[in-house]
């Protein structure tokens, strides 16, 4: 075989991955694998693979109107028939049969019989899980931003729906937006927050603290699961001044308010400072300033932890890059980063005994734990 001029002198790998590649895309070699009875089983798993990528979309805005219809809800005191349903969702029988088709193929629903209907094991989580449902509604915002991504790649400066969501993305001074511009954001924030929350504390185990400081901490939903658990523990939350006076206004156990810029201002001591869901929204730049700042800020031994979804997690290698990826792409700044990535940027900030801990769901999130020396 010759090899072309841009692999002499590449890796060995580099040579194979060009044979196969030149293999796998000949249609001879397709047509082959297709009907050789030991081929065939990587043939049909890749092919449909490949239809799973090309039906993404389609996939997800089926599980939009499923949910915005409320046909899990529907479900959820047992099986219906399509009459049932018909009468309940107000969708024409013909139409509703191919929703609640797709759905099936899905594992959303489960076929009960004829025209009868149950919840798919896929699909009774969503029920207990609000969170979903939210994200859901949210993405509605992503998928029109979606809709041209080339122009979405080559124009940093393009406005997305998702840039005019979250407010602090945009704006020149986050400090001084109103309660208004950060409600959306904010509320989706405590939605989702809840379950993610009672991961990472699982996945910190028995902990010795008097004060917990969450930064850049929303309305307070990670703290108020921290307070649950330990009542004795004071809580401290640190974010924009309109989000923080949303936090006020819940309830629960009591918090210690500080409005202010999380990247310039004066942190309020803690043994324990936390960072959820921060890094990943701002770019490489922000985040070595906001991590040079919080070494400066915190005291000697107190543990940093960060949390947020991470690209190197594992069994999710479609959730790092690709999905959060191109949501940054569409909020305007940020990316996804692997723990490797953020636990040399602790590191360079000066942080020692930086490791990694796993979680139970590190598709939520995975953890970063340092300690200020």
């Not at 959306?184 to 993610?196: D, I, K």
């Not at 939903?221 to 640190?238: E, N």
């Amino acid at each position: 075989m010759t090899v072309p001029a841009r692999f002499r002198g590449g890796t060995l790998y580099d040579r194979y991955a060009h044979f196969r590649d030149r293999i796998f895309s000949s249609p001879r070699f397709q047509r082959w694998a297709a009907g050789s009875w030991m081929a065939r089983w990587i043939a049909r798993r890749r092919s449909g693979a490949l239809f799973d990528l090309c039906a993404g979309f389609v996939y997800s805005q089926i599980l939009v109107a499923a949910a915005r219809l409320e046909l899990f809800g529907a479900l959820a005191s047992g099986p219906r028939t399509t009459d049932e349903l018909v009468e309940e969702l107000a969708v024409p029988a013909r139409r509703l049969r191919t929703l609640l088709e797709a759905c099936a193929a899905m594992r959303l629903v489960e076929k009960r019989g004829i025209e009868r209907w149950g919840l798919g094991v896929l699909g009774s989580p969503l029920l207990g899980n609000p969170s979903v449902g939210a994200m859901l509604r949210h993405h509605e915002l992503l998928y029109r931003d979606l809709a041209d991504p080339v122009a979405l790649l080559r124009d940093p400066e393009r406005d997305t729906q998702l840039g005019r969501y979250w407010g602090y993305a945009r704006a020149e001074r986050p400090v001084e937006l109103g309660r208004a511009e950060v409600a959306p954001y904010s509320a989706l924030m405590a939605e989702t927050q809840a379950l993610l929350a009672e991961d990472i504390l699982d996945a910190m185990g028995r902990f010795r603290a008097e004060a917990w400081l969450d930064v850049g901490g929303g309305e307070g939903t990670f703290l108020r699961v921290v307070g649950r658990r330990r009542p004795d523990m004071k809580l401290r939350l640190l974010d924009l001044p309109a989000v923080v006076a949303r936090a006020q206004a819940m309830e629960g156990p009591d918090l210690e308010v500080f409005g202010a810029d999380m990247f310039s201002a004066s942190w309020p001591p803690a043994e324990l400072v936390s960072l959820v869901r921060i890094l990943h929204d701002h770019d490489d730049e922000a985040v070595q300033g906001l991590l040079a700042h919080a070494f400066d800020q915190l005291r000697p031994g107190t543990r940093l932890v960060i949390a947020e979804p991470m690209t190197d997690a594992p069994g999710h290698p479609r959730v790092g890059a690709p999905y959060f990826g191109f949501y940054l792409l569409a909020l305007g700044q940020g990316r996804p980063r692997s723990s490797r990535e953020i636990i040399r940027m602790l590191q360079g900030a000066g942080f020692r005994a930086v490791r990694s801990i796993s979680t139970k769901r590190p598709l939520l999130a995975q953890l970063v734990q340092a300690r200020r020396p």
